[in-house]
């Protein structure tokens, strides 16, 4: 096993957005509104959200400007204040056209991909990554942050529109590589004794496994498996990400995505999202 590295991001944003322009230039009329995994959320709300999205980013970091907010005490009240932005940019993006919101999502997202690859990664981050648990983040795990965030919004369109997944390695491995992020905070409070792992494996058009090792009173992360690992969590690439992503409810992850070895340490990774929730 290897110990889990930093993972860079920033050159991935031009090449993805391609692939969403690309994608949303090609839907006929109807898609726009074709209902999404993303809750109440239809095709058309989640693009208006990453135009939303953009836009809060350059005016908030690379131009300095301040928004109104509200007193922030808990993880409660950060997933309400960020809930109340989210749905805020939707409301606004429903008086926008298909048409246009391609055409203002091409120019923000090349905006938002030139501040974030002129960003020292590991320089202090604006924002911290609240759930994997950091009080002060990076440049470089904000910047994945945003891949993330980008990239699965992505998935949830094209699974809307019935179009194929971006699951190759070069997409997804950097995805899971920040997402999985959020199970030492998620193992936090769980004990086990010195030397037992939780193993993530993948399968399918992205193959690789992840692991978990106990090492005296906390969990570590690393890339590879160990010889007899305690417990093996396996995947299929459309459903590692789903699962991170808060979009496989948990009848469909009892049927797709299998366990072997201890089932009560492999809880705790089936119920983490990298998201806000």
């Not at 609240?130 to 795990?141: F, P």
């Not at 969990?219 to 093996?232: K, N, S």
Request: glycine share 6%.
């Amino acid at each position: 096993m290897e110990p889990l590295e930093p993972r860079y991001t920033a050159e991935l944003f031009r090449p993805l957005l391609r692939e969403l322009t690309t994608l949303l230039r090609s839907l006929e009329p109807e898609m726009w509104d074709r209902s999404t995994v993303a809750g109440s959320w239809r095709v058309r709300d989640i693009v208006a959200h990453l135009l939303d999205g953009d836009l809060r980013r350059l005016a908030i970091c690379r131009d300095g400007h301040a928004i109104a907010t509200e007193p922030i005490t808990s993880d409660r009240d950060l997933a309400r204040f960020i809930n109340r932005l989210n749905a805020e940019g939707v409301a606004y993006g429903a008086r926008l056209s298909g048409q246009l919101l391609v055409e203002l999502l091409a120019v923000t997202g090349e905006w938002v991909a030139e501040y974030f690859s002129a960003l020292p990664p590991h320089d202090r981050a604006m924002f911290s990554v609240s759930w994997a648990r950091e009080s002060v983040s990076e440049n470089w795990m904000d910047i994945g942050r945003e891949y993330t965030e980008r990239w699965h919004h992505q998935m949830q369109i094209r699974d809307g529109v019935g179009q194929p997944r971006l699951l190759s390695p070069v997409w997804l491995e950097p995805l899971i590589e920040l997402s999985i992020r959020v199970l030492p905070p998620a193992y936090a409070a769980i004990a086990a004794p010195t030397g037992s792992t939780v193993t993530l494996q993948v399968h399918g058009e992205t193959e690789g496994s992840w692991t978990l090792l106990r090492e005296g009173s906390s969990w570590q992360l690393y890339r590879g498996h160990t010889a007899a690992p305690t417990t093996v969590v396996l995947a299929g690439a459309d459903d590692v990400w789903r699962l991170f992503f808060n979009a496989l409810p948990a009848d469909a992850a009892s049927e797709r995505v299998a366990v072997e070895g201890d089932r009560l340490l492999a809880a705790p990774l089936l119920g983490a999202r990298s998201v806000i929730v």
